[in-house]
C-alpha cells in the first residue's frame, strides 16, 4: 500500500520552548502520544501503542522547532513512513502552532483527524486548557 501525507495545525497559547518540551521528550510523549517509549539512546527508541513495539529514529531534531520520528519500512526502504511534529510562532498574534505531518500507509482522512484531534485533545487536557 502507498503511502499518504497527512498535515493539520493546532494553535496552542504556551512559548514553543514548553510546547517543545511536550513534543519530543520521552516522558512528556508517554503522557499524550503513546502508551510506552523505550530510548535506546538519544535518537532511537521504540514507541509503543495497544501492545505493539514501533522502531523509530529521530531525523531531525531542531530545538523548539520540529522533530521528526522515522518509522523504518522493511518494504520500501528508501521512503519510510514518519511523523514530525513543527512549531510555528505567528508575528501579529504570537500564538504557537503545532504543525502535524504524518506520512504513513493510512490513506482514510478521517480517520486521521480523528486520531491526530484526540491525541492532541489529550495534549491540551494534561497541559490543563
Same mark, same amino acid.
Given at each position: 500500500?502507498?503511502?499518504?501525507?497527512?498535515?493539520? #495545525?493546532?494553535?496552542?497559547?504556551?512559548?514553543?520552548?514548553?510546547?517543545? #518540551?511536550? =513534543?519530543?521528550?520521552?516522558?512528556?510523549?508517554?503522557? *499524550?502520544?503513546?502508551?510506552?517509549?523505550?530510548?535506546h539512546n538519544d535518537r532511537e527508541m521504540n514507541l509503543v501503542w495497544d501492545d505493539t513495539d514501533h #522502531?523509530?529514529?529521530?531525523?531531525?531534531?531542531?530545538?523548539?522547532?520540529?522533530?521528526?520520528?522515522?518509522?523504518?519500512? #522493511? /518494504?520500501?526502504?528508501? /521512503?519510510?513512513?514518519?511523523?514530525?511534529?513543527?512549531?510555528?510562532?505567528?508575528?501579529?498574534?504570537? +500564538?504557537?502552532?503545532?504543525? =502535524?505531518? /504524518?506520512?504513513?500507509?493510512?490513506? /482514510?482522512?478521517?480517520? *486521521?483527524?480523528?486520531? *491526530?484531534? +484526540?491525541?492532541?485533545?489529550?495534549?491540551?487536557?494534561?497541559?490543563?486548557?
Amino acid at each position: 500500500m502507498p503511502k499518504t501525507r497527512f498535515q493539520r #495545525e493546532y494553535e496552542f497559547q504556551i512559548p514553543p520552548k514548553v510546547l517543545f #518540551e511536550l =513534543v519530543s521528550e520521552p516522558n512528556n510523549l508517554k503522557l *499524550w502520544f503513546c502508551d510506552e517509549i523505550v530510548v535506546h539512546n538519544d535518537r532511537e527508541m521504540n514507541l509503543v501503542w495497544d501492545d505493539t513495539d514501533h #522502531e523509530c529514529r529521530i531525523t531531525l531534531l531542531k530545538p523548539s522547532k520540529a522533530i521528526r520520528f522515522e518509522f523504518p519500512d #522493511e /518494504d520500501a526502504p528508501s /521512503d519510510p513512513a514518519f511523523i514530525e511534529l513543527g512549531i510555528n510562532q505567528t508575528t501579529v498574534t504570537k +500564538s504557537n502552532f503545532l504543525t =502535524v505531518t /504524518d506520512y504513513s500507509k493510512m490513506n /482514510d482522512e478521517e480517520e *486521521w483527524n480523528n486520531l *491526530w484531534d +484526540s491525541l492532541i485533545n489529550h495534549l491540551r487536557k494534561i497541559m490543563g486548557t
